[in-house]
């Protein structure tokens, strides 16, 4: 099982739409949640980030993390063209390292 | 435009040659990253300074060489590299290693092995 694993992609929405991302990871001790934007041959870029249960809002972007379940998400309200890129999701442990998830590519038609 | 400055942001080489990446950061940060990142793969992480020593090398080949010569810069030394070595290398740097604050990444500096 990997540490940290992502819905296989690719994803697509339609333009105005809800985009879910999901991320479960294995290590019951992790402590933050990031999620990042990667467009194609740039580098990532933090969008999200959450350390406690519950919801995060910043914008169009909510954040969900359910410590029970192992459980982080990503969504993105009314999708752009914009938005569309690979959404990486990563964990630290008490360790402090940030394990990522191999991504989820995103296209959202206009 | 990032806070965290890589340079170059190309560099072609040969397998015998010597050269440096560089990254510079003036946020105060106290942890500083490098990653490797393949094309459609997740950053892998090589070396972690945490208040300027080195606290993690990934078992990392030693035809890589880390040094941070002060808490702002980072530096990654490159001698006989093999053509797999070809990738995109990312710095990273945050407040600091183990308080899990998230990292912010640079441009990267991609690298071709001849």
């Known amino acids: 099982q990997k540490e940290v694993e992502q819905n296989s992609g690719p994803l697509s929405v339609p333009e105005g739409a809800i985009a879910s991302l999901n991320c479960t990871y294995s290590?019951?001790?992790?402590?933050?949640f990031f999620w990042y934007r990667q467009y194609s041959g740039k580098s990532p870029e933090l969008i999200m980030f959450?350390?406690?249960?519950g919801d995060k809002e910043d914008g169009r972007f909510t954040a969900q993390l359910n410590k029970a379940s192992q459980y982080v998400s990503l969504l993105i309200r009314d999708s752009q063209p914009s938005d569309s890129a690979t959404y990486l999701c990563a964990v630290n442990t008490n360790a402090g390292k940030s394990t990522f998830g191999d991504g989820t590519t995103l296209t959202v038609k206009p | 435009d990032t806070e965290v400055t890589q340079t170059p942001k190309h560099l072609v080489m040969g397998m015998t040659n010597k050269k440096s990446l560089k990254c510079e950061q003036h946020m105060g940060h106290r942890a500083m990253y490098w990653y490797k990142q393949k094309a459609k793969k997740p950053p892998e992480l090589m070396f972690v300074?945490?208040?300027?020593?080195?606290?993690i090398n990934e078992s990392v080949p030693s035809r890589f060489s880390p040094e941070c010569p002060n808490s702002s810069l980072l530096n990654l030394h490159l001698h006989a590299l093999q053509p797999e070595d070809s990738a995109l290398y990312l710095c990273?740097?945050?407040?600091?290693?183990?308080?899990?604050?998230?990292?912010?990444f640079g441009d990267g500096t991609r690298l071709s092995i001849l």
């Open positions: 300074y945490s208040y300027e020593k080195l606290s």
């Open positions: 990273a740097s945050s407040q600091d290693f183990q308080g899990g604050r998230p990292q912010h």
């Open positions: 959450i350390y406690s249960n």
């Open positions: 290590d019951r001790g992790s402590q933050s």
